[in-house]
């Protein structure tokens, strides 16, 4: 089919529509002069400049960036092994109960997760705060890393890794070499994901906090219980576009890395 | 030829990767579960932590044994007694269908529309679906609000246009609730939808319409039934996060939204009943076991099956 029947334009049409208006809104309302959230006093960048002085947001943003960087790196690499495991190392004895326990995180409500992660901090006599945080977003983010190197691993061509053990490449260099950097941009997007997740995460970081440690969606999430607030939706369009800058650059770099690849696929095909 | 130190160094080095990962989900996920529902059986007390030691090995099999005699079970009893708790439960489970169900039938003409589209507008449809997904659910959420509040974005359209004379009351009803589940979870069902009808074989449909089939026979016959598993994987995917579901309900909900979620939610934060609030999580964990491990069989076998 090359052009859009009537009735499926109007359905996507819809949909997007549906999904974005809310995010375009809130975008808009947070240039907006007026100090009532919804009525319209012209545009003006005065709760950006709030923003600035806000020392308890810029702290919250702060621990937040922190959070997730380190658990997302920490997951990708345990991720990336358990994706490995389970793709290469055939059937080994519990792989049922392995494999179960990197789905249900997926699926697994937040409340149930946090709540059991806080009582064993506690049963174990962790002092909770800032590195609590860290290790609940490592083991929910390394689920999601496993899963899309997974997909990305199972359409891999294992002959590649085959031929380096043949030519007696230990299987450390081998993963180095070969597998890693064809399942990069599944890397990549693995660690984005942790990161986006645990940029996100409410629930889970307000089981598991301890004083001193408050996240940027906890702040949010405090402030918004008071009230829509200007400088709110000013938080909040900041995160959008960072978000939005981040997935545009990677998805122009995956498409670009993409092409190179046909290109050269094409190139060695032609050789006689 | 490699040596036998080599062969070592690799089982080794074979046997960390799977040992790190595995040790982690085991200490950091399964461990918890089995301490909640430790937890669930044991008697609130006001200290920290506010509930009666749990764990005793010093008596050894005798010590373990008196200890489970002496198991609790008061927190399940108060769960089927308080009114509050089992109407959370029922509350829940019909928002989550009912909501799937809505999910469902929205996101299906999209997904359709996106498989039927121009192969080469499909990657940036599918982009397009995705990045809201990306941004934060609870910001997502927070946008409902500006926009449903009695004075807020919606009433005013409506009002200017003259469609109603007074603002509706949406926000912290359970509509409310519905819009932003709706809203929050369409991803979750447009994708596994769009990638069972993207597959689908575009010569079955013509062949049926070859033999004079109409087009709605065609999709109730062809199109929908080859577009079930990608039904039931969106399904999973909606339902079980939304049964246990915080942000959506706390946010855009009323005093009369009863979601376990929030329940469980204010036993521990406000009460401050951790042995509760463990029955609580043990009991919806109980509710969802079932649809978490077909949802986990499921991706299992089609991650098999695509290698």
Redesign the interface.
Known sequence: MKVFSRFNLASIILGLAFLYIPIVLLIIYSFNDSKLATVWGGWSVRWYGALINDGAMLDAAWVTLRVALISASVATVLGTMAAVALVRFGRFRSRSLFSGMIYAPLVMPDVITGLSLLLMFVALGVARGFWTIVLAHITFSMCYVAIVIQSRLVTFDKSLEEAAADLGCPPFKTFMVITLPIIAPAVVAGWMLGFTLSLDDLVIASFTTGPGATTLPMRIYSQVRLGVTPEINAVCTILIALVATGVFIAAVVGRRRELERQRAEQLAAAMP | MASDS?RR??GL??WL??A???A???V??????L??IK?SFSTPVIGQ?PYTP??DLSGGIAGITASIRQLVVDNYVFLTKDALYWKSYLSSLWIAIASTFLVLV??Y??A???A???RA?QPT?V???I??F???????V??????L?K???LN?LLMALHIINQPLIILNTNWAVYIGII?SY??FM?LPLYAALERLDNTLLEAASDLGSPPLRSFWQITFPLSIPGIIAGS??VF??V?????IPD?LGGHTTLMI?KT??DE??SNRD?PL??AV?VV??IL?VV???I??NQ??RR??R??
């Open positions: 080599d160094e690799r080095g074979r990767v799977l790190i990962p595995y982690w989900l085991v950091l996920f399964l461990v918890p579960f301490i909640v937890i932590p749990t764990f929205f996101s003409p999209i359709y529309g996106m039927r589209a121009p507008w449809l982009m397009l679906i990045l809201p990306w941004t934060s659910f609870l910001i997502r927070y946008a409902w609000i500006g926009i509040k004075d807020g974005l005013d809203y369409m991803p447009i999973f995917l079980i996060p049964t246990g579901e915080f942000v946010l979620g469980l939610w521990f934060f951790w609030a463990s999580a919806l964990l969802l649809p978490i491990v949802f986990q991706e299992q991650a098999e695509e290698g």
